[in-house]
């Protein structure tokens, strides 16, 4: 955390001491407490470090105007690694704490290991990128909410694109056979065998972790394939399309949001360039949007990374629905996530029953000169 928010978060903290309105039902404790769970090290803490940020500068934007009903917002924070067995702790830490509502996990399957315990605890949790269709179209979670869409409309996009747009005939679609990563990569092989214009040559897991996928590419070379989709992160997907490359498999290489992260390309580095993959909306004609960026770049001397867009409109969606709920009892706020529309980074949402923002959607991107520029 800057030194200068900070400050301005330890002000808000001190400013407790004063009674500043009279408590509200459903808001008993002295602070609104937001918890903020995901990768914040290991190799996807780029992911989840644009959260931690954007809900800083919401917690400090909300605290200067005096909180929620007098009430300050506390941030606790917490590390997953993005690993199942560790979000299970790290959703025990928090509901322990005593938080009110959760922006995470980053990670779809971080966030199914921890959803149960913030269930069972009575706590809502928003997601600003754990994509899994079953996360809301189970019915299992209703205290769960996410402001990106799932992963069957993030492959229905890159499918599409890979047939028309590309051309692709023959497509190898692999994964690294986690929660998100495999899901995605089942509904691109269903939409594909559907399409009746493409077919399936290769469908494979890797090894998230390996040192070397010359198995995996070689594969996809003998199958013939003329395009990839892969459906993982950017550790591994760095090093599929740099042994394409020192193989000379000169096909089109597809892959989600997982993979369209800045670190990718710092990591594959010129091997990236071509490079396609799918991501939130472009949202620059937003003022909002612009607003947070700027925001960012003000307090942080940096361009905001990974879903922070996202995130940033998770934050204001879970403190508006407490704010015009008046009470942090899951019930009350689930009701005003689904009632109430706030304006935020990603357009004006509200949420559906099953938890899923109404209103965004995904994009195609490409690595162009070091930097993914959106596909028009």
């Not at 995901?38 to 470090?49: K, N």
């Not at 009110?100 to 269930?119: E, N």
């Amino acid at each position: 955390m800057q030194s200068g928010l900070k400050k301005k978060l330890l002000v808000a903290a001190v400013s407790l001491g004063f009674a500043m309105a009279a408590p509200v039902a459903g808001m008993a404790a002295d602070t609104i407490k937001l918890g903020v769970a995901g990768a914040q090290s290991g190799d996807l803490a780029s992911y989840g470090l644009p959260t931690v940020k954007a809900a800083e500068l919401v917690v400090a934007m909300y605290n200067a105007k005096g909180g929620i009903n007098g009430k300050m917002i506390e941030l606790l924070i917490e590390d997953d690694v993005c690993k199942p067995e560790v979000a299970t702790n790290t959703a025990t830490k928090l509901v322990t704490d005593g938080v009110h509502v959760v922006l995470g996990h980053i990670c779809s399957g971080a966030t199914k290991a921890a959803l149960p315990i913030y269930k069972e605890a009575g706590v809502v949790v928003m997601s600003p990128s754990a994509t899994n269709p079953d996360l809301t179209q189970s019915g299992d979670y209703p205290n769960f909410f996410r402001t990106i869409a799932s992963d069957d409309a993030q492959a229905q996009t890159e499918v599409d694109f890979a047939i028309n747009v590309i051309g692709a005939k023959k497509i190898a679609v692999i994964h690294d056979k986690g929660d998100y990563g495999k899901g995605l990569a089942e509904f691109a092989k269903k939409f594909i065998q559907e399409s009746g214009k493409a077919e399936v040559v290769l469908f494979e897991g890797v090894t998230p972790g390996a040192v070397d996928y010359t198995a995996i590419v070689q594969k996809i070379k003998r199958k013939g394939a003329d395009a990839v989709i892969f459906g993982g992160y950017h550790p591994e997907a760095s090093k599929i399309v740099s042994m394409m490359k020192k193989k000379r498999l000169k096909i089109t290489f597809i892959s989600d949001d997982g993979v369209k992260d800045d670190t990718f390309i710092k990591v594959a580095g010129k091997n990236a360039e071509g490079v396609y993959a799918s991501g939130p909306n472009d949202n620059s004609a937003n003022p909002l949007s612009t607003a947070a960026i700027d925001a960012h770049k003000k307090e942080y001397n940096e361009d905001p990374g990974a879903f922070f867009e996202n995130a940033y409109s998770a934050a204001l969606a879970l403190l508006n629905a407490i704010e015009k709920a008046g009470s942090t009892d899951m019930a009350d706020i689930v009701k005003a996530l689904q009632t109430e529309t706030v304006a935020t980074p990603v357009g004006n949402i509200h949420f559906d029953t099953r938890g899923d923002a109404v209103g965004v959607g995904f994009a195609m991107y490409v690595v162009k000169d070091g930097a993914y520029v959106e596909v028009k």
